[in-house]
């Protein structure tokens, strides 16, 4: 006896199932009804089935019902709207051309001619030689320097330039105002010392003239009382007297200068002297004195000129 078991013709596994008295197997997998021909199982019709005819026209009855419910489906729904035809593309339109901004016309303006700039003065002065001193194998010469420039002007020199003969120049000399600024139309005597020179025929002049950069402060409120002075037994001139302060600041450097001049109202000489002390204070006084100062000849009068700087 075959222990083979038999195959399901429908789902091809080993069917144990015993067949029943008409020869037919029910697979107990599937459930499928078969009978052996010749060792092949040959599925059977499902029990109350009419065969391949019934089994043509249940499907036949399925289908009417299918087409029926499309149809039905189809009256029911509502028709599809018409496609809506292709689009014709829009040509692209050119672009608007930018505008320029709004703008206003210039204004021209001219301007006016600038004046001319004032040629610039150049500082001035004027040299006049007053007298000649020969003293202790020197010359000493003697002169005013007056300012004709019309602004301030300070230190002004005096050179002397020595010529021989000829004209040729041997050498210079020179001499500064003694006052440091002068004002327009003021003027300074200048003393030149000549010595250890060569023989000399003549002196020309020539001045060196700045505009003042600076000015010193000095005390307007100053007043000299002096003696006239008298000649010594050596034939020296001396003077003596008193400063007074009658402003409001102190004052330092007090310097007298004595001055002697001539009848034809020349320069002759200078004798310098300082008040004693540092300070002149306000209301104060301080004595000075002229030893010794030399003319060559009797003056026919004096000045005496007083200059202090205000002290800090």
Known sequence: MSTEPIRCPACGAGDPSPANAAGVHT?????????????????????????PVRGAAVAALLLIVFVGALAGYLVVSPAPEPLAPPRTPTPPTAPTPLEAPASNPA???????????????AATAEFVEHHRKDSGGALWIYGMVTNTSPFLVDKVEVIGVLKDADGAELGTKNGFAKREVLAPGDSSPVVILVKDTPEFASISWELDVDKARWVPDLASDLRVEASTPTQNDWGGWQAEGKVHN??????????VELQGW???????????????????????????????VQFDQEPARFEMHVEGRVAE
């Not at 303006?109 to 004046?115: D, E, G, I, K």
């Open 27 to 51: 697979c107990v997998y599937c459930g499928t009804r078969y009978r052996l021909k010749g060792g092949v199982g040959h599925v059977l019709p499902a029990a109350g089935s009419a065969g």
């Open 262 to 292: 001539s009848a034809d109202d020349k320069l002759i000489g200078i004798g310098d002297a300082y008040a004693k002390g540092d300070t002149l204070a306000p209301g104060e006084s301080a004595r000075f004195k002229h030893a010794s």
């Open 107 to 121: 204004t021209t303006l001219v301007p006016s001619p600038r004046p001319a700039a004032a040629p610039a003065v």
């Open 246 to 255: 009658e402003g409001d600041t102190p004052v330092k450097h007090v310097h």
